[in-house]
């Protein structure tokens, strides 16, 4: 009887949590390629590059998908059980709500570990290949595709337009307009032709595009400032010529080559070897700073056998009466310059300061992320079957509702927290871990209520004081009728 249990309830459960996670994914990964999709599309990217970007993109949403499928998944499996009669029936032959969730609550304790070594050795490395893939694809210049009447700027320094291109390979041009912007100072050189050939060398390194009939005019830039009203130009025509462009901004290249390495993809050990460091250079950068400013101010001692030179007189309280008169101008502008030196100094160091507290910060709140995000799984479950077992409806109606209305708080709150954790106003302990002990009371107050059969979301419950206050008012009008009839 156990097992058969704990297996309706796993099946229960297993088949809504596999179909949400997939959608949230998708869903997630969708908001990525719309915000996306002008850098990725048009570049002449192979396929393949955006098939990889999309699977490790899917992967990094995981820790924000997770906990939205436990919640609603949750909910949708006990609301059910509630709707069909099934968990009163469970109940009625001894087994309490605890009982029903201990299955669930076990494979919640898998699931939770499993997104964390997730979290700890995959996403580490999804974040570093699709980073480098994102920024590889969106820094690599627009595939090359000249189209007619239609001005191309992808060749740097020079905006192409042809008026028609024929030809078995629509290699052939007619009306070809050249703009060279190559000297940075606008629309200089205009290269017009009549007809004109388009063709790539054999290695793919360069284009060629030979004019045929045509004329260049180039506007000239005198040196004497007399001469530039002239406006002098010089005008020429060609029966062929021929321009080069190199191509070799247009190759792809290895996309997946990475150049830099952030805290978002390191794991716990890494993280941890890299805060000491961290803290290490910081201390020595304020041993320096330390040093820096104790040079900055020196003082003489004054030995025994001086003190009996006469010429070494007792200095005036007042600093500058000990100095002739012509030198204290002089001395109050080098004080002032030493000082608002220090000042600037001091600031620089400041700054830094806040920079380097900044960058341990995240290194710590990324560290803490790794294990709260699988500790929200227990929470949010924690909310969910509760909530799912009180309100006693299933499917994709209300569950949906009430989930994402839990979800957006729950992600809400912990990215506000997140925020204070990254400037400094709380430590990356309460920044990432408030949110989850905010709702862990609420989830056991849940529980509990459950658990006791509580008519927590019984409207009927509610109503009641409204009823007897509704009650005592009618009862006043009915005698009020009554006695108004019987004096008549």
Same mark, same amino acid.
């Given at each position: 009887?156990?097992?058969?249990?704990?297996?309706?309830?796993?099946?229960?459960?297993?088949?809504?949590?596999?179909?949400?996670? #997939?959608?949230?994914?998708?869903?997630?990964?969708?908001?990525? %390629?719309?915000?996306?999709?002008?850098? +990725?599309?048009?570049?002449?990217?192979?396929?393949?590059?955006?098939?990889?970007?999309?699977?490790?993109?899917?992967?990094?949403? %995981? /820790?924000? *998908?997770? /906990?939205?499928?436990?919640? +609603?998944?949750?909910?949708?499996?006990?609301?059910?059980?509630?709707?069909?009669?099934?968990?009163?029936?469970?109940?009625?032959?001894?087994?309490?709500?605890?009982?029903?969730?201990?299955?669930?609550?076990?494979?919640?304790?898998?699931?939770?570990?499993?997104?964390?070594?997730?979290?700890?050795?995959?996403? /580490?490395?999804?974040?570093?290949?699709?980073?480098?893939?994102?920024?590889?694809?969106?820094?690599?210049?627009?595939?090359?595709?000249i189209r007619q009447g239609v001005f191309y700027n992808g060749i740097e320094g020079?905006? #192409?337009?042809?008026?028609?291109?024929?030809?078995?390979?629509?290699?052939?041009?007619?009306?070809?307009?050249?703009?060279?912007?190559?000297?940075?100072?606008?629309?200089?050189?205009?290269?017009?032709?009549?007809?004109?050939?388009?063709?790539?060398?054999?290695?793919?390194?360069?284009?060629?595009?030979?004019?045929?009939?045509?004329?260049?005019?180039?506007?000239?830039?005198?040196?004497?400032?007399?001469?530039?009203?002239?406006?002098?130009?010089?005008?020429?025509?060609?029966?062929?010529?021929?321009?080069?462009?190199?191509?070799?901004?247009?190759?792809?290249?290895?996309?997946?080559?990475?150049?830099?390495?952030?805290?978002?993809?390191?794991?716990?050990?890494?993280?941890?070897?890299? %805060?000491?460091?961290?803290?290490?250079?910081?201390?020595?950068?304020?041993?320096?700073?330390?040093?820096?400013?104790?040079?900055?101010?020196?003082?003489?001692? #004054?030995?025994?056998?001086?003190?009996?030179?006469?010429?070494?007189?007792?200095?005036?309280?007042?600093?500058?009466?000990?100095?002739?008169?012509?030198?204290?101008?002089? #001395?109050?502008?080098?004080?002032?310059?030493?000082?608002?030196?220090?000042?600037?100094?001091?600031?620089?160091?400041?700054?830094?300061?806040?920079?380097?507290?900044?960058?341990?910060?995240?290194?710590?709140?990324?560290?803490?992320?790794?294990?709260? %995000?699988?500790?929200?799984?227990?929470?949010?479950?924690?909310?969910?079957?509760?909530?799912? *077992?009180?309100?006693?409806?299933?499917?994709?109606?209300?569950?949906?509702?009430?989930?994402?209305?839990?979800?957006?708080?729950?992600?809400?709150?912990?990215?506000?927290?997140?925020?204070?954790?990254?400037?400094?106003?709380?430590?990356?302990?309460?920044?990432?871990?408030?949110?989850?002990?905010? +709702? +862990?009371?609420?989830?056991?107050?849940?529980?509990?209520?459950?658990?006791?059969?509580?008519?927590?979301?019984?409207?009927?419950?509610?109503?009641?004081?409204?009823?007897?206050?509704?009650?005592?008012?009618?009862?006043?009008?009915?005698?009020?009728?009554?006695?108004?009839?019987?004096?008549?």
């Amino acid at each position: 009887m156990i097992k058969i249990l704990d297996r309706f309830v796993l099946k229960s459960f297993i088949r809504p949590f596999i179909i949400t996670f #997939i959608v949230m994914v998708l869903f997630l990964l969708m908001q990525f %390629v719309w915000k996306y999709i002008d850098d +990725l599309v048009g570049r002449g990217v192979e396929w393949y590059y955006i098939a990889e970007l999309l699977f490790y993109t899917s992967a990094t949403v %995981v /820790p924000m *998908a997770l /906990p939205l499928a436990v919640l +609603l998944s949750s909910i949708m499996t006990f609301g059910t059980l509630g709707e069909h009669n099934e968990m009163a029936a469970l109940k009625a032959s001894g087994n309490s709500l605890i009982r029903v969730m201990r299955p669930l609550i076990i494979l919640l304790v898998f699931i939770a570990f499993g997104a964390f070594l997730f979290s700890n050795y995959v996403i /580490p490395v999804a974040n570093l290949k699709s980073d480098t893939l994102l920024r590889n694809i969106t820094h690599k210049k627009p595939a090359l595709n000249i189209r007619q009447g239609v001005f191309y700027n992808g060749i740097e320094g020079y905006s #192409i337009k042809v008026g028609e291109k024929y030809g078995p390979d629509k290699n052939l041009l007619r009306n070809v307009f050249i703009y060279d912007h190559t000297k940075k100072m606008g629309n200089m050189k205009v290269i017009v032709a009549e007809k004109g050939k388009m063709e790539v060398t054999d290695d793919k390194r360069y284009l060629n595009i030979t004019l045929y009939d045509g004329n260049s005019y180039e506007d000239l830039f005198a040196s004497k400032p007399k001469d530039r009203d002239n406006y002098p130009f010089v005008s020429s025509s060609f029966k062929e010529s021929l321009i080069r462009f190199n191509l070799s901004d247009f190759e792809s290249g290895d996309l997946r080559k990475a150049n830099r390495k952030s805290y978002t993809m390191l794991n716990v050990a890494q993280l941890n070897v890299s %805060v000491d460091s961290l803290y290490n250079s910081f201390d020595i950068r304020k041993k320096e700073f330390s040093e820096e400013i104790s040079a900055r101010y020196t003082f003489k001692t #004054i030995k025994n056998d001086q003190k009996k030179d006469s010429t070494i007189k007792k200095m005036d309280n007042a600093i500058l009466t000990n100095v002739k008169e012509v030198e204290r101008k002089r #001395i109050v502008q080098n004080a002032l310059r030493i000082a608002r030196s220090n000042r600037a100094y001091y600031t620089n160091a400041a700054k830094e300061y806040d920079w380097r507290h900044k960058i341990i910060a995240r290194h710590l709140l990324e560290w803490n992320r790794k294990f709260s %995000v699988s500790f929200s799984c227990l929470v949010l479950f924690f909310i969910g079957a509760p909530l799912g *077992a009180i309100i006693r409806k299933g499917g994709m109606g209300m569950p949906v509702v009430v989930s994402v209305f839990i979800f957006i708080v729950y992600h809400v709150t912990s990215y506000s927290f997140e925020k204070l954790g990254r400037e400094l106003v709380w430590t990356a302990f309460q920044a990432m871990w408030t949110a989850n002990f905010i +709702l +862990l009371p609420i989830g056991i107050f849940l529980t509990y209520k459950s658990a006791t059969d509580s008519a927590l979301f019984n409207i009927e419950v509610y109503l009641k004081p409204f009823q007897k206050i509704w009650g005592i008012f009618a009862g006043a009008k009915k005698k009020s009728v009554e006695n108004t009839s019987s004096q008549q």
